[in-house]
């Protein structure tokens, strides 16, 4: 269960909690980092049945000058909700039960945790990137005051894999506190360590660096470009960077593709009843009905619908090898130290420049870029940085410590849009 909190007041009278109930079958509720908010679920349909496990995610709420329904408190928000309420997505109405005011919050996520080059500044922290898909909690690099930036952001220290793109200090020395860290809250579950060739080395040191020693298992694991660390619905895909002489990976979080849409109407009329029928049809196997008809899964599921792809390159050059593994991604995650005055001195140490950043991005024919890994010149002010991305590719924005960006499937990406301009 991955909990969400952005950077507001949840205490406000202005914004009260929203969640979305996930069935995980008997036995699998376990309540974690569950907020006060909690006590909202009290006499709600949702608190009561064991076989429901809750994700909390914080939505604002717009109060609606005059609407006394709207709860003041968080409490009272146990038996009301607003009759109209905007999260992420667009405008839900709440029709009946208070209980079917439930938004679904997107599955993958991206909190950029540092996105300062070489250093910290004022107002960023060094590398680091945490994505959260489906509740599962990865961190790519992990900078000096890494666990921090998680603790303000709230990313959760149950992760069990972090993905260094290279090792150089700046995008590495974080994991020695949060190791200690997490030895010091009981963890028992093996963590897993990932980057490019020679980084079991170092890390180890960072492991054994002090007096104390970590009580949990560490694994290290080296790859090169082409692995694919393979899980239930996605792989993440190791590629070349282009960083002078140090061996550097990039990395996608490609999924695989999904089932077609099933058209429950049509079933209906073909008289197949709900139940596990439906199920295997849309899984794209053949039912036969009582009567002796078969029913073909092509006559209720549609064409399968891509997954979503992520792609995060860490420190480089601009390179086709950034391009190949980007093609088509939703998001694309690119450094960008430096602006066009300093494009001689991108070259020589290895790094890219916004414009080049979004060159890239262009040839890739992404959906959206962020740019990330800022030189400190820019902590503050990173509008020459936009703008010059923005010349060449115009769906570029530029992170700052704290930015959360949420991935929604293409499909429902572009059913928000239409919603959007239909309001």
């Known amino acids: ?13 202005d914004f009260a909690v929203v969640f979305s109930a996930v069935h995980t079958g008997p036995g699998a509720t376990q309540f974690t980092r569950i907020p006060r908010c909690l006590s909202l679920l009290q006499g709600s349909p949702l608190a009561r049945p064991s076989r429901f496990a809750l994700r909390f995610c914080w939505h604002p709420i717009q109060r609606h000058r005059g609407d006394s329904r709207l709860p003041r408190k968080p409490q009272a928000a146990r038996a009301e909700w607003p009759d109209r309420a905007v999260d992420r997505v667009g405008v839900v109405s709440r ?45 790519f690099d992990c900078g000096e005051g890494t666990q921090r930036q998680m603790m303000r952001y709230a990313v959760g220290f149950s992760l069990r894999d972090i993905f260094f793109s290279h090792m150089h ?20 579950e093996s963590l897993r360590l990932w980057g490019p060739t020679g980084s079991a080395k170092v890390l180890k040191r960072a492991e054994t660096l002090g007096a104390d020693r970590v009580g949990f298992p560490v694994e290290y694991r080296e790859l090169v470009p082409g692995d694919h660390v393979r899980r239930n619905g996605y792989a993440i895909v190791a590629f070349a960077a282009d960083h002078m002489r140090t061996p550097a990976l990039g990395f996608a979080l490609v999924e695989q593709q999904r089932l077609g849409r099933f058209n429950p109407d049509r ?85 890219s420049t916004a414009r080049e ?44 410590d704290g930015t959360e960006v949420d991935i929604p499937f293409a499909d429902a990406a572009a059913s928000s849009e239409g919603l959007a301009a239909s309001a």
């Open 357 to 400: 950043a979004a060159s890239v991005a262009d040839r890739a024919g992404v959906r959206r870029l962020i740019l990330t890994h800022v030189s400190a010149r820019y902590s503050r002010d990173v509008s020459e940085l936009e703008r010059e991305a923005r010349a060449v590719f115009p769906m570029t924005q530029v992170a700052r």
């Open 95 to 139: 029709d009946a039960h208070p209980a079917a005011a439930i938004f679904c919050p997107v599955s993958l996520s991206i909190r950029f945790l540092g996105t300062s080059a070489s250093r910290p500044t004022v107002e960023r922290g060094v590398t680091s990137l945490a994505v959260v898909r489906e509740g599962e909690t990865f961190l």
């Open 1 to 13: 269960m991955g909990v969400s909190a952005p950077n507001f007041d949840t205490s406000s009278p």
């Open 169 to 188: 200090v700046d995008h590495m020395l974080g994991v020695v506190g949060l190791m200690r860290t997490m030895a010091l809250q009981g963890r028992e």
């Open 267 to 351: 079933a209906r009329e073909l008289g197949v009843p709900e139940g596990p029928l439906w199920g295997r049809l849309h899984r794209g196997m053949e039912v036969t009905l009582d009567d002796g008809r078969v029913i073909a899964p092509s006559e209720l599921v549609g064409p399968t619908r891509p997954g979503r792809k992520l792609v995060i390159t860490g420190d480089t050059r601009p390179c086709d090898a950034t391009v190949e593994a980007a093609i088509g991604a939703d998001v694309l995650v690119h450094e960008a130290t430096f602006a066009d005055e300093e494009a001689a001195r991108a070259a020589e140490t290895g790094h």
